[in-house]
């Protein structure tokens, strides 16, 4: 293999390999070219660092845990993580066949074990001379001319094709099938042509959404100030006046692709910050809800008779929402409100919680702090201001009757109003530590019952409409 002689001082590597053996092998093979070396056994670590980091080459087992080279390579190009980092495939298959697989699946080079230093360095150099040559390509930008005169093509093409890659068409309409195919850096227009102008030409051209924001300039003869304006107006950046200046061009062109670039550089930049931000959010609301799923389990383990209580009710009140045709963003936030809607009762003793007989007078009155309790400890949730809804007034009842603040009818927040359902109805159909599972159509019954009085009208209907269909089996299981 031919390669060109590149440095490897302070080339970063990452090396995806299960075998600490091979990992320490390569390391010393490499020891004394000044590469900066790291390596990983776990795939989702080794996703994590490339996120995270930049490298100069990715090193990719043929076999690793749960999944294979190719697989491997295909999930980091699709995350468009390192896209134009060279990978390396390091591999016990030496069949050709098998470097062949590897190659069309996009890898840079292969590298058989036992691992040859030459051939391994040889192939280092390979893929970065083959990288830099993609980079030079790239940044020798491509520009269209259009315009109906020979002469002035040629003479334009002879100004800029030293410096660029040029094509030149002598009318719009073959430039808008041109387009089809290939997306200039910038076209070079003239206004006068027949058939269709360049005015023409530039309205429809940064009118498809394909092709806006390709930097035109326009040639002209003309000293037409009006002609400058309504160009401009149109999406045009610059003019070149006829007959050609080199210089002027040269000089011209090389600004505008220069602005268009940082443009695009740019975009780039905010589109992969943006991404990483969208990433870090997801990342955040799924530990969030983890979070808040290990609390209303810790909640619910007070009291042995009803474990899994606020899942349950965070469930039923997602699906009273669902029916309200709520949004899905809506849904979700009324469950993690459910979830949540018992905290206040960590504040309880658990022999009040878990007591077989009669709750007293004074045991009662303990039982009822648990919504102001509650609020105390969610109030400070600035992230989440809606949060301490639940918890605080889903013993509210519509007809005033309830606590922490005897609300009634629509002054209770409507959360609360479906949580206060969702909660009754799972604590009917739970075996509660003073008497069994009620049967579903006494359920049914005292939701009737509680119609207008202790529920919502609207959402007491529309949990009996969800008895209703699901009156074949236990509500609960299913989730």
């Not at 058939?195 to 394909?210: C, H, N, S, T, Y």
């Amino acid at each position: 293999m031919e390669s060109k002689k590149i440095s490897l001082e302070g080339k970063r590597i990452l090396y995806l390999e299960d075998n600490a053996f091979d990992s320490e092998v390569l390391t010393k093979l490499l020891s004394d070219t000044g590469v900066i070396i790291e390596s990983t056994s776990s795939v989702e670590a080794a996703y994590k660092l490339i996120e995270d980091n930049s490298y100069d080459f990715l090193f990719i087992d043929h076999m690793m845990p749960g999944t294979d080279g190719i697989t491997m390579l295909r999930t980091i190009r699709e995350r468009h993580l390192c896209d134009n980092t060279p990978a390396i495939a390091v591999t016990g298959n030496n069949l050709s066949v098998a470097k062949t697989n590897y190659l069309e699946a996009g890898f840079s080079g292969y590298v058989s074990k036992p691992i040859n230093k030459n051939e391994l360095i040889d192939t280092m150099q390979y893929c970065l001379g083959r990288t830099e040559n993609d980079r030079i390509d790239e940044e020798k930008s491509t520009i269209l001319i259009i315009d109906d005169n020979q002469m002035n093509l040629l003479l334009a093409r002879k100004i800029l094709s030293e410096i660029y890659n040029v094509s030149v068409l002598s009318s719009a309409k073959a430039a808008l099938v041109f387009l089809e195919e290939t997306i200039p850096d910038m076209i070079l227009l003239d206004l006068h042509m027949p058939e269709m102008d360049g005015f023409q030409f530039l309205e429809i051209v940064k009118a498809d959404i394909r092709y806006k924001d390709i930097p035109v300039i326009c040639l002209t003869a003309d000293d037409d100030h009006d002609s400058e304006i309504r160009c401009f107006e149109l999406g045009a950046l610059d003019f070149i006046t006829k007959p050609f200046m080199a210089e002027i061009m040269r000089r011209r062109v090389a600004c505008i692709l220069e602005l268009s670039k940082l443009q695009k550089n740019l975009q780039a930049e905010v589109e992969k910050k943006t991404k990483k931000l969208n990433n870090y959010s997801l990342k955040l609301e799924r530990m969030t809800d983890e979070v808040m799923f290990a609390l209303a389990s810790t909640i619910d383990a007070k009291d042995k008779y009803t474990n899994g209580h606020s899942v349950r009710v965070a469930e039923y009140s997602r699906l009273i929402a669902r029916k309200l045709n709520m949004s899905e963003q809506e849904q979700n936030h009324i469950y993690r409100i459910g979830l949540l809607h018992d905290i206040g009762k960590i504040g309880v003793p658990d022999d009040i919680i878990n007591k077989t007989t009669r709750l007293t007078d004074d045991e009662y009155a303990v039982i009822k702090t648990h919504p102001i309790i509650g609020a105390e400890i969610l109030g400070n949730m600035s992230e989440l201001p809606d949060i301490v809804i639940g918890a605080k007034y889903h013993h509210e009842r519509y007809d005033g009757m309830g606590y922490p603040e005897g609300l009634s009818g629509e002054n209770i927040p409507l959360v609360a109003r479906i949580i206060g359902v969702a909660d009754a109805y799972d604590a009917m159909t739970s075996n509660r530590s003073y008497r069994e599972v009620l049967p579903q159509q006494v359920v049914r019954n005292e939701i009737i019952k509680g119609k207008g009085t202790q529920f919502d009208p609207v959402f007491a209907g529309i949990m009996l409409n969800i008895i209703d269909e699901d009156k074949n089996y236990d509500l609960r299981e299913k989730k």
